[in-house]
């Protein structure tokens, strides 16, 4: 049966949105990505409790009314734009690969898009996670979730290539740095406040000692980082054998890629955290509390490189904070679905250009 598939196929996928403008989509959405635990670190009886005795009956309505600020009349904006870079990419393929979006939380569901991908006879499924860093609720979550329903539901022998995270990839970089040119092209001294999405320290030493479980070293990996400070350095990662795939690392390498592509002075950055929920220590600093230091918010320029599409993180949550020019995400931008484009080539990511 396998070798009677000749075909390749394209698979977006997504953090997700709510497939409509209603309480029981915003708490269908919640569930679909809060009940994992690598988003909630939690065992299931007691991430139950919590989802359907606090965080559904109460967070669902302030997380519509969000959304009611940003909805636009043809639907969610990640989704908008995410069909219309679907679209960008069909058709820099030349029509012959199909191009499906998956969300990891919302519609299209994984699922339904695998089986469509079976029913269609593809042979070989190039993956493309919306995440340019790795983190464990985030790309990861989404990663596994779609290679154990892939394994449910695809044939034997279907290949499925998963492109790696493309934090500081120069096809990404590019397009972020392009977005910030408006600003630049000013002159006027301004500080670039680069805000990533927040999360638990702890997942931070879980990811590093995951990904240190494939190198032969002496003893126990440990990040020689501490993750809740402020600057960064290559030499603190130095020593950890998980150091490629730890996303504070990834957030900072990210930061520094678009500054040097762009020409700005690494000296005018600022590297930060948001989203935050929940207790425990989180990542730092908070993008809110940076925004509160600044005497004037006027010249600060807030960009947010951790995100491909504007959603409600970006255009409710950063646009409140205030900043004097909030930066786009890289969404439907035709230099975006080129570097897709590449990677479907390439399997993967593609070489780098000089």
Not at 72 to 77: F, K, Q, R, W
Not at 214 to 227: E, I, L, Q, S
Not at 275 to 294: I, M
Request: some cysteine.
């Amino acid at each position: 049966m396998p070798s009677a598939f000749t075909k390749k196929a394209v698979v977006l996928l997504s953090h997700g949105t709510p497939a409509a403008l209603s309480l029981g989509a915003v708490r269908k959405f919640l569930l679909g990505f809060l009940d994992d635990e690598r988003v909630i670190g939690l065992p299931a009886l007691l991430r139950k409790l919590l989802l359907f005795g606090v965080i559904l009956p109460f967070r669902a309505r302030k997380s519509l009314a969000m959304y009611e600020k940003i909805w636009l009349p043809a639907g969610s904006p990640l989704a908008i734009y995410t069909e219309s870079l679907r679209q960008k990419l069909e058709a820099r393929l030349g029509g012959g690969i199909p191009v499906f979006t998956a969300m990891h939380a919302g519609e299209p569901l994984v699922a339904a898009v695998l089986r469509e991908i079976v029913a269609r006879g593809i042979s070989e499924i190039v993956v493309i996670p919306q995440f340019p860093q790795d983190s464990e609720a985030g790309r990861s979550a989404a990663v596994e979730r779609f290679l154990a329903l892939s394994r449910k539901i695809l044939p034997e022998g279907m290949v499925v290539k998963i492109v790696p995270a493309f934090f500081a990839a120069r096809g990404y970089v590019g397009v972020v740095a392009k977005n910030l040119t408006p600003a630049l092209s000013r002159g006027v001294a301004r500080k670039f406040v680069f805000s990533f999405h927040g999360v638990p320290v702890k997942s931070i030493f879980r990811g590093v000692e995951k990904a240190a479980a494939g190198f032969v070293v002496a003893t126990k990996p440990r990040p020689r980082c501490d993750p809740g400070s402020r600057d960064f350095s290559e030499a603190l990662c130095a020593g950890c054998a998980g150091r490629e795939k730890c996303y504070r690392r990834q957030c900072y390498l990210s930061a520094a890629a678009i500054a040097d592509f762009a020409g700005i002075d690494r000296n005018n950055v600022v590297v930060s955290f948001q989203s935050r929920f929940g207790h425990g220590k989180w990542l730092a600093p908070e993008t809110r509390d940076v925004l509160r230091a600044e005497p004037s918010r006027d010249n600060v320029v807030l960009c947010s490189p951790g995100f491909t599409a504007d959603c409600v993180e970006t255009l409710w949550e950063l646009r409140g904070l205030g900043a004097g020019t909030l930066v786009a995400c890289a969404n439907d931008a035709d230099e975006f679905a080129d570097f897709l484009a590449e990677c479907v080539v390439a399997g993967g990511l593609p070489p780098e250009k000089n």
